[in-house]
Structure formats: structure tokens, C-alpha cells
């Protein structure tokens, strides 16, 4: 988008100058809109399953900002001739199943025929101008907590060389499919300062994010990073994605690692996810409380994996 | 008997796949496995390394060459159940015995003149090498990490080194300070922590 012009107007309240999970209009003034569109290739072999992830994917960055997702449009692209149009329907179907769990109704889309099946969403929701979380925001003293384990990038690559068992399989397929619906519920009744779900940049390339330009930096508390069991085995094994070597080439001059983080475990916190969890930072004296909240809620795997600082400004330094 | 492998052109997992085929199959005591990015010469080096081989690798652009030699005591059939890399890497254990840390505050030597120091310090990083195998770790802080950015009069010297296997430590805080972590050519990025660690490890530790 470098060196085009971007129509604006007074009303957009996040646009395309930042980072952001998604865009937020202001229709009045105790009303925004929170805008977002996204869809992939399958990424996992059952139609069902991935029209759930793809769901639950799009509605996250709803999520993300602060807000309620409220409408939706189908986004397919479908290889008609060459695949039975009963996939489309369960994955149509399994998008419809996370839709309805969100409560969020659908009031279209639009499929094109192409070589390659891909689908998604445009997602729509709202969201109280005063109560949306931007990706920046982070204040030093801040706890960071992560909703959801890492490593759904490296756990894909595994089952794609087809060395994940089948209970690994559709452990990652719930992880995936979970909506970050009740972690965002909880988040909105605490100060929580900034917000963004974790995806394709690893949880270190969306944390640059929300320091970079900044004045803080932050501390990550490697060995308190929730990981999806089996993530470390096959990491070490070299079932790492190509993505997660980019991410981290990407950001490695934000990254101080401490030499007891095995770079096994650092290339897990690059490690690109699909559906990820919510990255919030919330004040010290209310993150316990928060994290309490979120375990009520059945957010089991929630933690605070780090700090802000106001030491090295844009850094990320990696202990462990 | 060395066991050559093509997994250029492959996309991840396979050239992983491809070298553990050949392991499982044949138990090569020697591998060469040629890649087409440095992701997969990391990845495959790691699931060697889990099978016992040790490996180095070269090349660049799209073309590289992992090289795994099955290390002394170990066997191919030893089946990779693996454990999370050593928690200190290989540097940091017991072979540091002897090992000196050059610890680099300052872009330039001494008190009086400046420019004169300037020179001392490029004369003197350019002279560290003389110590071979006894220099460990060059650790550089405060305005030191100016000698580690694009346009340093020593940065080629610095990046051989770090190419014959010396460990070289750029302080993070002071880069992020001075505004040049874009600038930094040379070494890893780190922290007080790592600092200090390393302190404590070095035998011998010289402040210029």
C-alpha cells in the first residue's frame, strides 16, 4: 500500500496507519464499528474443521479490539469441477456452527471459482468508541498474558510430515477452532492497556508490534510461555515453518535472548499461528485478578508470560 | 560411505523428511543434504542433530549444504527422542576452561586524545585474533557497540571473527539507545543478564 492514497474521513478511529487487528469507524458517539476481512488455503485435511478455524480466525480480530462481532459475509473460493461441492457445504457448515456460538449472524458472501480452495470471512462488529484496545498502549509495569498455547505452525508442519498422532491432531483442530469469545468478555471488565491475537508474525512478531516506535520495551518470561504439548519435541526435530525463520529474521534486531533460551524454544515464540490467543497487557495489581477470571471461564490456559519495561525502549528481551 | 541428498526445491517438512529417510534407511556415518533456504538447513541440522550426527553447514542465496558426520559413540539407529536444546549452548560448557572475554565499553582507548584512541581501538580489536583459540567472547556495551555498525573500521574484522567461531555480544539497551539496532552488522543482540552470565563464565575477562 506504500505511496497510495488512503481515502480518510474525522470518523475512522483506527485505520490503516497502524498495526491494528482491524479498522474501527465511529457511527456515533457511543457507537464504532470494528471492520475486518480473512481467509486462507485449508489447513487442515477436514472441510468442517477448517470452515471452523477459518471462523474462529476472522471473529479474533474482532475480539482483539475490544469488541462484540454482530455480522458477517462468506468469503469462498472453490474449484468447481475438480472437487465435490459437498466440501464447500461442511465447511460452509462448520463456519455457520463457530458463527452461531459467537452470536454473530450471517447476511451473505461471494464465491468465485479458482484453482485453489480458499475461505474466510468479513467480519463486522461493535464496540464503544471509549473501550477499544489498539495494539499500542503497553505502560511499564504492565503484566502480559497470552489466552491460548503456542505452536499450532510448528504442530501443522508435524502433521503435514505426518508424525503427529492423532489425538495431537485434534487437540490443535479445538485450539484452533476456539474463539477467543470468552477471553475478550473477561478482558473488557479489566484496565487492560493494549490487545492483539497472536497469528501469522509468532507471538514475538505481534509483540514488536505493540513496543515498536514505542517508549517501552518488554521482558518475555520464555519458560512461562504456554505451549501445546508435543511443540517442543517437534521443534527440536526440525518440523519448524519456513514462516517462523522470517519472523524471527524480521524482528531479530527488537530480540535480546538470554543464552539459556534453547533456540528451539525461541523459534517457537516466532512460530506463526493460526487462530492464536489474545496478547493483552494489563496493569500488575489487576492481572491476577484477570487471570483468575479468565480460568473461570474455562481459559485454562492463560498466563503471564511477560513485562513491560521501560528499559530498552522497542526491545524484547527473552529470559528464561 | 557418504550419503548425498537433493531436497532442493522441496518445501517444509520434506527435506526433513527426505535426510530421515535416509538415516532410517541406510545409517549413513556421513550426509550431505543440499537445501534451497536457510530455514530448512536449520531444520534439518536440528533433526541430525537428534539422530547423533554432528553437522555444519555452507552456502548461500537459495543453495546450501548441510554436512552431518555421525559423531563418535553415537549410532543412526539411536532413535531421536528429543530433548529441548541444551539449556547453556555448547560455548558456554565446561570448554570455556581457558577462555578469555574482551569486554569492549568504549569506541576508543584510553584518556587524552580522541583520535588518537580511535586508532588504538582498531588496532587493538584488529590484534585480538592473535590470541587464537583463547579469545572466547568479545562482548561490547555503551559506546562500544559503535564498533559493531554498518561503517565501523572494524566491522569485516569483527564478522571474521564471528566466522572462525568467536562468540561477539552487542548490548541491546545501548543499540536501542543510540538509535542503531537497524545498523548492527555483527554479533547477537543481548542483555545485562546475558552480560553477566557471561562474566562469570569467562576465565579471564579484558576491558580495553
Excluded at chain 1, 477470571?293 to 528499559?311: E, H, K, M, N
Aim: hydrophobic share 40%; charged share 20%.
Amino acid at each position: 500500500m506504500k505511496g497510495l492514497s488512503i481515502p480518510t474521513d474525522k470518523h475512522v478511529l483506527v485505520g490503516m496507519g497502524t498495526a491494528d487487528d482491524a479498522g474501527v469507524y465511529q457511527v456515533s458517539p457511543d457507537l464504532a464499528l470494528i471492520q475486518t476481512v480473512d481467509f486462507f488455503t485449508p489447513i487442515v485435511d477436514d472441510p468442517y474443521d477448517f470452515g471452523r478455524i477459518a471462523a474462529a480466525n476472522a471473529l479474533s480480530d474482532v475480539y482483539a479490539m475490544g469488541g462484540v462481532p454482530k455480522t458477517a459475509m462468506n468469503l469462498v473460493a472453490f474449484p468447481l469441477g475438480k472437487m465435490d461441492p459437498k466440501v464447500l457445504r461442511d465447511i460452509l457448515a462448520g463456519g455457520l456452527h463457530v458463527l452461531e456460538k459467537s452470536g454473530t449472524v450471517l447476511l451473505g458472501g461471494h464465491s468465485i471459482e479458482d484453482d485453489e480452495l480458499k475461505y474466510g470471512l468479513s467480519v463486522t462488529g461493535f464496540v464503544h468508541p471509549d473501550k477499544i484496545l489498539a495494539n499500542q498502549g503497553l505502560r511499564p509495569g504492565d503484566d502480559l498474558i497470552l489466552t491460548k498455547p503456542l505452536g499450532t505452525g510448528i504442530m501443522n508442519t508435524a502433521v503435514k510430515a505426518g508424525l503427529a498422532s492423532s489425538e495431537q491432531i485434534r487437540d490443535i483442530t479445538e485450539l484452533m477452532a476456539a474463539l477467543n469469545r470468552e477471553a475478550a468478555a473477561v478482558m473488557t471488565g479489566f484496565p487492560v492497556t493494549a490487545c492483539t491475537d497472536v497469528t501469522g508474525f509468532g507471538l514475538l512478531g505481534h509483540l514488536a508490534e505493540m513496543i515498536a516506535g514505542t517508549r517501552v520495551g518488554v521482558t518475555v518470561f520464555s519458560d512461562k510461555v504456554p505451549l501445546i504439548s508435543g511443540v517442543l519435541e517437534f521443534a527440536g526435530m526440525g518440523m519448524v515453518p519456513g514462516g517462523a525463520f522470517r519472523n524471527r529474521k524480521f524482528r531479530e534486531n527488537m530480540v535480546s535472548t538470554a543464552s539459556r533460551v534453547s533456540p528451539v524454544l525461541r523459534d517457537i515464540l516466532f512460530d506463526p499461528q493460526t487462530s492464536g490467543g489474545l496478547l493483552m497487557g494489563c496493569p500488575q495489581d489487576h492481572s491476577q485478578a484477570l487471570l483468575d477470571a479468565l480460568y473461570r471461564q474455562g481459559v485454562a490456559d492463560a498466563a503471564v508470560i511477560g513485562r513491560v519495561t521501560d528499559t530498552g525502549p522497542g526491545m524484547m528481551a527473552i529470559e528464561y | 560411505m557418504t550419503t548425498d541428498i537433493n531436497a532442493r526445491g522441496l518445501a517444509c517438512p520434506q527435506p526433513v523428511l527426505t535426510a530421515k529417510q535416509a538415516v532410517d534407511q541406510d545409517h549413513p556415518a556421513r550426509l550431505m543434504v543440499r537445501v534451497d533456504n536457510e530455514a530448512a538447513v536449520e531444520n534439518v541440522s536440528r533433526f541430525l542433530g537428534t539422530r547423533g550426527y554432528e553437522t555444519t553447514s555452507s552456502g548461500q542465496g537459495d543453495d546450501f549444504t548441510v554436512t552431518a558426520v555421525l559423531a563418535q559413540g553415537s549410532t543412526a539407529e539411536k532413535n531421536g527422542k528429543t530433548e529441548p536444546a541444551p539449556a547453556v549452548s555448547g560455548a558456554d560448557s565446561q570448554d570455556i576452561q581457558q577462555k578469555i572475554l574482551v569486554f569492549i565499553a568504549t569506541d576508543r582507548m584510553g584518556f587524552g586524545d580522541d583520535e588518537l584512541g580511535k586508532k588504538l581501538m582498531i588496532s587493538f580489536v584488529k590484534t585480538l585474533g592473535e590470541m587464537g583459540d583463547d579469545l572466547w567472547r568479545l562482548v561490547f556495551v555503551n559506546n562500544g557497540v559503535k564498533l559493531t555498525i554498518t561503517g565501523s573500521p572494524v566491522l569485516e574484522t569483527l564478522q571474521e571473527y564471528e566466522r572462525q567461531g568467536f562468540s561477539i555480544l552487542v548490548c541491546g539497551t545501548c543499540l536501542s539507545h543510540f538509535d542503531l539496532l537497524e545498523q548492527k552488522q555483527v554479533g547477537d543482540t543481548t542483555n545485562m543478564l546475558d552480560i553477566v552470565t557471561s562474566l562469570q563464565l569467562a576465565q579471564k575477562v579484558i576491558q580495553p
